[in-house]
C-alpha cells in the first residue's frame, strides 16, 4: 500500500526500488487532521491466524525480530508455541508489542470505514481501488513478503525450533500455516485476537479464517 501511494502521488514511479519506501515508513504518514477530512476510507484485514503465522515465518525465522533472554547476547531459538506465548505475555501492553502482531483493531483510525477488505481477496479490492483512482502494486514477490515461491510441507511445526525453520526456508521449503497450529496455539490465537477475529467474522463471514 505504501508503494502504490507513493507512485500514485507522482513521488516514485512504479519501477522504483519497492524496498525504499519500507526504509522510509514516515512518509506520507497523515496528520489527524488531514484523516479527518478523506471523502473515502478503507480498511484490509487479514486472516489473524494467517498473519501471525506469517510474521513469525517472515520477522521472526529471518531474524528481523530477535526475542533475546534478558542478559543474553543470543535470541532465543523459539518455536512457533513459544513465540505466541511470548506474545500473549506482550498482550498485556500493547503498545510496546510489534506491529507485526499487534491487533489490527488497534490500528482503526474510525470507528466506521467505507469499506473493509480482506486481505485473502486481493484481486477483489484491488479492482475496486481501481475503480476509485487507485493503483496497487504487488510488491510482494519483489521484497520477498510472501511464501508463494517455498515448496509447502504438511506435518506438525508447532514445536519445531526455529533454527531448524531457518534451514527448512534456505532450502526453499516451509511448513503450511495449517501444520503450524496445534489446538493449544488456536486457543492462544483466539485470545489475543478476540477482536480481531469478531471483526473478521462481522465483517466478511468465517469463510476466509484459517480456522
Same mark, same amino acid.
Given at each position: 500500500?505504501?508503494?502504490?501511494?507513493?507512485?500514485?502521488?507522482?513521488?516514485?514511479?512504479?519501477?522504483?526500488?519497492?524496498?525504499?519506501?519500507?526504509?522510509?515508513?514516515?512518509?506520507?504518514?497523515?496528520?489527524?487532521? $488531514?484523516?479527518?477530512?478523506?471523502?473515502?476510507?478503507?480498511?484490509?484485514?487479514?486472516?489473524? $491466524?494467517?498473519?501471525?503465522?506469517?510474521?513469525?515465518?517472515?520477522?521472526?525465522? *529471518?531474524?528481523?525480530?530477535?526475542?533475546?533472554?534478558?542478559?543474553?547476547?543470543?535470541? /532465543?531459538?523459539?518455536? $512457533?508455541?513459544?513465540?505466541?506465548?511470548?506474545?500473549?505475555?506482550?498482550?498485556?501492553?500493547?503498545?510496546?508489542?510489534?506491529?507485526?502482531?499487534?491487533?489490527?483493531? *488497534?490500528?482503526?483510525?474510525?470507528?466506521?470505514?467505507?469499506?473493509?477488505?480482506?486481505?485473502?481477496?486481493?484481486?477483489?479490492?484491488?479492482?475496486?481501488?481501481?475503480?476509485?483512482? /487507485?493503483?496497487? $502494486?504487488?510488491?510482494?514477490?519483489? /521484497? =520477498?513478503?510472501?511464501?508463494?515461491?517455498? #515448496?509447502?510441507?504438511?506435518? #506438525?511445526?508447532?514445536?519445531?525450533?526455529?533454527?531448524?525453520?531457518?534451514?527448512? =526456508?534456505?532450502?526453499?521449503?516451509?511448513?503450511?500455516?495449517?501444520?503450524?497450529?496445534?489446538?493449544?496455539?488456536?486457543?492462544?490465537?483466539?485470545?489475543?485476537?478476540?477482536?480481531?477475529?469478531?471483526?473478521?467474522?462481522?465483517?466478511?463471514?468465517?469463510?476466509?479464517?484459517?480456522?
Amino acid at each position: 500500500m505504501r508503494f502504490s501511494i507513493a507512485v500514485q502521488n507522482g513521488f516514485l514511479d512504479e519501477n522504483s526500488d519497492k524496498n525504499w519506501i519500507h526504509e522510509n515508513n514516515n512518509t506520507f504518514s497523515t496528520s489527524q487532521e $488531514f484523516a479527518m477530512r478523506c471523502k473515502y476510507a478503507f480498511v484490509i484485514l487479514r486472516c489473524p $491466524f494467517r498473519r501471525i503465522a506469517s510474521a513469525y515465518l517472515n520477522k521472526v525465522v *529471518d531474524g528481523v525480530t530477535e526475542f533475546i533472554p534478558e542478559g543474553s547476547t543470543d535470541p /532465543l531459538d523459539v518455536s $512457533f508455541r513459544v513465540f505466541l506465548s511470548i506474545v500473549m505475555s506482550q498482550n498485556a501492553y500493547k503498545p510496546t508489542m510489534d506491529s507485526h502482531w499487534r491487533p489490527q483493531v *488497534d490500528f482503526l483510525l474510525f470507528e466506521n470505514y467505507d469499506d473493509y477488505f480482506c486481505l485473502e481477496d486481493f484481486n477483489y479490492f484491488q479492482n475496486v481501488l481501481l475503480d476509485k483512482g /487507485l493503483r496497487l $502494486f504487488d510488491t510482494r514477490t519483489d /521484497l =520477498k513478503h510472501d511464501t508463494s515461491s517455498y #515448496e509447502k510441507l504438511n506435518g #506438525e511445526y508447532s514445536n519445531i525450533p526455529l533454527s531448524e525453520i531457518k534451514k527448512m =526456508k534456505d532450502g526453499g521449503v516451509l511448513p503450511t500455516y495449517e501444520s503450524l497450529f496445534t489446538d493449544e496455539c488456536k486457543d492462544i490465537v483466539k485470545s489475543i485476537y478476540s477482536n480481531d477475529i469478531q471483526l473478521y467474522i462481522e465483517k466478511f463471514g468465517q469463510k476466509g479464517l484459517l480456522f
